[in-house]
């Protein structure tokens, strides 16, 4: 059973729309710094667990507000159920918006196989240097930083489908994966019209204890390196 975390109503979470988030618990991922762990290791506490019954219907009594549903994670595409659940959605009226790891391009080729199970709009985490994926597995047998590479590059190739305004890439400013030699690899597998946006690290409740010792950039630091990814990608910004 497909179970998260629901946010009912949020202004940021799909750009442009009134929405509601739906957090779905089971990561493919081991990231660190993630602060997360409850979905990650499918821990959330019962009475903050929505099931898909649970969040329909708060989607359809309040259709009349929100315009938006963002499926998020944990990692949604190892559930085989996220088909259905986009087409379960649009067919309520609604704009979906997917957030993924990168990790599932074929989950996500399939899902462009037809329209009414298509996201509408897609923001991919790309978390650092592809060669450095490695770092971000943990004991998961899901890749190695060989593999990291061409599980992204096929996932951006079926991100482009989508017009740029309908897609974004997302990297959080974690000092010791994201440093300037790491957002120009990163750039490079980006479209030059990607809309790439940057969030701080803040440490607390990582997934690994001693990320929450490591001292965040300050603004100066993460203002020259968005600078530096601008020079790159025109459209990144610190968020």
């Avoid at 190695?144 to 400013?173: D, I, M, Q, Y």
């Amino acid at each position: 059973m497909l179970t998260g975390a629901l946010i009912k109503t949020t202004l940021v979470d799909y750009p442009g729309k009134v929405a509601c988030a739906w957090f779905l618990t089971g990561c493919s991922l081991r990231c660190p710094y993630c602060y997360n762990t409850d979905s990650v290791f499918n821990s959330l506490p019962p009475e903050e667990s929505r099931t898909e019954d649970e969040v329909f219907e708060h989607l359809i009594k309040r259709r009349n507000v929100l315009s938006g549903f963002v499926i998020s994670g944990g990692e949604p595409l190892i559930r085989t159920e996220i088909p259905s659940i986009i087409k379960k959605a649009k067919n309520t009226g609604y704009a979906v918006k997917l957030d993924t790891n990168g990790m599932h391009p074929a989950a996500l080729e399939a899902l462009f196989e037809a329209s009414d199970t298509s996201p509408d709009f897609i923001a991919v985490d790309i978390k650092t240097s592809p060669t450095r994926y490695n770092l971000l597995a943990g004991n998961t047998p899901l890749l190695n930083s060989c593999g990291a590479h061409e599980l992204l590059e096929r996932t951006l190739s079926c991100v482009k489908r989508l017009p740029a305004a309908r897609r974004e890439f997302r990297t959080v400013l974690v000092p010791p994966l994201v440093q300037k030699a790491d957002i120009a690899r990163m750039a490079a597998l980006l479209p030059p019209d990607a809309s790439w946006r940057f969030a701080p690290f803040i440490p607390g409740n990582c997934l690994d204890p001693a990320y929450n010792d490591i001292i965040p950039y300050t603004d100066e630091q993460m203002q020259s390196l968005v600078s530096y990814a601008q020079s790159l990608i025109p459209d990144s910004l610190l968020r």
